[in-house]
């Protein structure tokens, strides 16, 4: 979206359940907990997963991660992987710079233009592999199997459904890290707490938040995704949430109507080339008829915290809230 262009590609379809800032965490399914933990530092365990099972047979000291979540995850879990994906020649995201800039030693990062670079992981040696927020490991799985044991996200709907909080506490216990990760986890809710205190107007309002697609107007905050930065915050989902998922996430434009809610935020990370511009969607005359537009409760979500509402992680998470929360205040006042 902003920093990864294959990021926000991925997001044409499958992340209309991904966001940040989407579906209600408490209406979503919580997902199986690993089949065992190391929580009390007893290896082996198992480690479960959609695609198949591996076992851990001791703490690992090599860690890999296949995506830029499990990246931050491990960063904030005070480890730094051995081996990493990087698109291009782009940087890592800036919340993930500052996480790097204060670790000892360097990540080894592959070039994940082309996919996972199976080669790289290997040449790494890692004792195991993090792969919670893996976009291709239907694909990947047996190639990164070979090579360690898998960290997965768990449940058949685990990689748009599990949270990030979710997801750190999974890698943190197969990690034998369980109480690095709920301190991690218990930082980032400390914070958004503190932000929906400071925010009772946020109390008990309705949102909507929507991208524009190259293909399709989207329905991010479906029910069934991860919505938790907005209902941490005190936001609720309005009943037409819940006529969208991960598989029915287009409205047609002659539809907007059913984005409104007592607040709307739009999306446009993909500019020129989203099915319609900013400028043209805001002179539409059917767009400038849903309440929340009229009345002067809609926003728009910049570029720099699209990927973090998609994608989101412990590192990014109050990264994007202090971006967002002058945004939302003005939102809900109707600025």
Known sequence: MTSRPLRALATVGAVALAVTLAACSDAATTPEPPAATAADGAYPITLDSPFGTTELTAQPERVAVVSAVD?????ALGIVPVSAPKFGDYPPDPW???ALAD???EVEFYDSTDGTDYAAIAAAEPDVILAT???TLDEDYDQLAKIAPIVSFQGEDGLSAMTWAERTVVAADALGLSDEGAAVVADVEKAFADARAAHPQFEGKSYTYAVIHPDQITYISAEGSDVSFFTDLGFTLPE???QFDETDSAVSKENIDLLDADVLLVGYPFGDEGLIGRDALEADALFLKVPAVASGHYAVIGDDV???????TPLSQTWALERLLPVLDGAVAGA
Not at 71 to 75: E, F, P, T
Not at 306 to 312: D, E, G, M, Q, V
């Open 306 to 312: 699209a990927s973090p509402l998609a994608y989101p």
């Open 71 to 75: 990246l931050d995850i491990a960063l």
């Open 96 to 98: 993930t710079q500052d």
């Open 240 to 242: 037409t949430a819940s």
């Open 133 to 135: 927020s893996g976009w």
């Open 103 to 105: 670790v000892d030693g």
